[in-house]
């Protein structure tokens, strides 16, 4: 019954709430919009360095990400391996060596290179590295080759088949020279990483640099990428901390973290100025609704209407207008996100370099995340439950008598 | 009209605070907007001029076949450029630079270097370097092949002043040269990864490992007093030399001229974002004004003030709304941007995230005047546009109607 009347009474002047819809409506659009662009874009590059260079989760010696060196890596050993895997929130754990060198062909000149020592089977299983090849192929099983990545590949004037010259330094200041054969070439969808990363097989620049047994990082693989904290902590609780350390992804990347928050926070800020205007105008609505029906108020209270009774029924008509709002608004998003999520915009001009200086892709696209809406219609309805509340409190308020004598 | 005028002003007057909650809206919407604005637009300031300082300079001049790739053999004669340039009024400093990539390590880490060969006085002129130093001293005339690092690498390399790093690097003709330097100072630069892979060394001691002649050089750099002479002396420099390749900082970084091309175009876009929520709040405004009046424009109608007057009338109290709201709001903004331009944001939390953008932590907000003029011609366009229709709507009553009603 009091629903109905609620319902009822939104209709009753239908121009204005159709307008105060229209601009809760406009400001969850817009608001759904740039939010599903930004955090889209955020997702895309972190997945895209995430794939490319760490992984979700590393296990190291303690001081390694800071002087990333040779000299700070960690003993393979199968017994910690298997010890770790009985935790049933690692799926996998991926041995890794990384070392530095300079790479060197017949046909150029020498160019700083990331050598990335793997074990081809795991990364190919959790990371898709297969699927990256766009000429050859990974090194078999007998063979010692290196994969290219590709922008290195052009920038040395290399092709498959091509030798490769790595001359660097190895464990305990040995120095790390070598030749290899060019099995592939591959596409690692970070820019980044497609300028300097050399994929050889761990056992090959274990060799080269002399680490024999050893490595930078363990990778691991977790079952679930969003409580990557509780997963941390209970691998470290396994481990001797004097002689490991856990490093999320955050913890290696903080820069790109800190760049991708400061835009998330000029965001914010334009959202928090939109809201701050768009609840002025429903306040401007309430205000009206409420001064126009002090009369109705009156003459209701005077018939017996409780008080509460009358003030839930405003309160609803507010929040059914609020409501009606945000869904149109999100109907209205909805199609348009769905679009640029399947089908990312391409960035030109200017922008695709500094999206490349960062290390991602060009390309934006738009998230789908259901927070997204939860989020911004609910902060939005938020808002006007709140300033319906200058209807409730004027209800509470009112005399009935000098009311009806308006 | 002065009638009209007077009438409009005590309308406004007779619900205080429904015209209050939109003086309101439009104050804090447009205060907001223009420090939002003038924040995007400090920043991106910031981020040129730092750039500019600090990495790209106003012009570069190469070797044309250096664009494509950046090897030791394409040098070209400084002479006549370095005769051409000292005599140029236009200009603030200049400096010759010789350039290798390649590798520096120590017994501890050793990784990706860019090895830039300088001219110290020069050099001082232009980017400041010496300035940049925050220990030891810059390039002294005692001892043999100074080095300049930065503070990130030097933690990395584990490097105090006074220790030998070894760099690697090829002298263009297949031969790898490895050198001794003596650090001689830690320079400091806005992003760490500059401080990672830029090393500073004596122009003549680099030129002598490569085998290059004094004059040979690969990069002339220049900063101008003008903004306006730079396009102007590019052109006669290519003029006067068009073997080599003349290069503006907008073709050096197009994403930074890019960010500087469509900033204003975004800054519009936020303010006109904010005044189509603020007009939704003014046509709602209005309207009811309007329809809550029905009575008493009726019988102004019947008693003979012409419709034109009413329109008038209409139009003009929303104008009083804005001229209330929108002067306010654009001073606030002024003051507040003047006070932030003075003393600086400090955005501490993300220094790291700022850092790899080419910027400090503390944001100094900035807006071209034009934009305040700007806005304040938007707001008024805005509010009459918005009061558009509530007027019509006065003009669609019929007068003997809305006497009947209640």
Known sequence: MLIKIAWRNIWRNKRRSLITMASVAFALFFALIMRSMQLGTYDQAYASVINATTGYLQIQAPGYWEKQSLEKSILQSDSLQAKLLQNAQVRALLPRLESFGLLASAESETRPGFLRGIDQELEFEYFKLHEKIVAGSFPTPEQSAVVLAEKLAENLALKVGDSLVIIGQGYQGMSANGKFLISGIADLKNPEANKSTVYLKLTDLQELTGAYQRLSALVVVPENKNDLSALKQSLQSQLDAQDYAVLIWRDMMPELIQAMEADSAGGLAMLFILYLVIGFGVFGTILMLTSERMREFGILISLGMSRFQLALTTFMETSFLGLLGVLSGSLLALPINWYYHVNPIQLGDGMDQMMEDYGMEPIIPFSLDPSIWLNNGGAILLICLILSFYAVASIYRLQPVKAMRQ | ?406
């Open chain 2, 1 to 406: 009209m002065k009638i009209v005028l007077k009438i409009a002003w005590r309308n406004i007057w007779r619900n205080k605070l429904r015209s209050a909650v939109v003086v309101c809206s439009i104050f804090l919407g447009i205060w907001a907007g223009i420090f939002v604005s003038a924040f995007s637009f400090g920043l991106n300031e910031q981020r040129k001029e730092s750039m500019i300082r600090n990495q790209i300079s106003h012009l570069q001049i190469h070797n044309s076949a250096w664009l494509d790739q950046k090897e030791v053999a394409y040098t070209f004669s400084a002479t006549a450029v370095d005769a051409y340039l000292n005599k140029d009024p236009r200009l603030e400093a200049f400096a010759t630079r010789t350039k290798a990539s390649g590798m520096v390590s120590s017994a501890h880490y050793s990784g990706a270097a860019q090895i830039i060969g300088v001219n110290p006085n020069a050099e001082a002129a232009l980017s400041h370097l010496e300035e940049k130093l925050t220990e030891g001293e810059y390039f002294p005339e005692k001892g043999r092949n100074p080095v300049l690092i930065g503070r990130a690498l030097a933690k990395k390399l584990e490097a105090k002043i006074g220790s030998r790093i070894i760099l690697n690097f090829s002298d263009g003709q297949g031969n790898i040269i490895s050198s001794a330097f003596k650090v001689k100072g830690f320079y400091k630069d806005v992003s760490s990864k500059m401080e990672e892979l830029n090393l500073y060394v004596r122009q003549s001691d680099l030129q002598a490992l490569l085998g290059l002649e004094p004059v040979q050089v690969h990069e002339i750099a220049a900063l101008l007093k003008e903004d306006a002479d730079i396009e102007i002396l590019q052109q006669e420099l290519q003029a006067n030399f068009p073997a080599l390749a003349i290069q503006s900082w907008k073709q050096l970084s197009p994403e930074l001229a890019y960010a500087d091309d469509i900033m204003t175009q975004m800054l519009y876009i936020i303010i006109g974002i904010i005044m189509l929520a603020l007009s939704f709040g003014i046509i709602n405004t209005m309207l009811m004004a309007v329809l809550e009046r029905r009575k008493e424009l009726g019988m102004l109608m019947c008693v003979g003030m012409s419709r034109t007057k009413v329109f008038s009338m209409i139009m003009v109290e929303t104008f009083y709304l804005a001229l209330l709201g929108g002067p306010l709001g654009i001073l606030f903004a002024y003051y507040s941007v003047w006070q932030g331009s003075k003393s600086g944001l400090d955005l501490a939390a993300f220094s790291d995230g700022l850092a790899s953008y080419g910027i400090d932590s503390v944001i100094y907000p900035a807006l071209p005047t034009s934009f305040y003029w700007g806005t304040t011609l938007l707001v008024f366009l805005m509010t009459l546009l918005a009061a558009i229709y509530p007027a019509r709507r006065a003009l669609k009553l019929n007068p003997v109607e809305t006497l009947r009603t209640i």
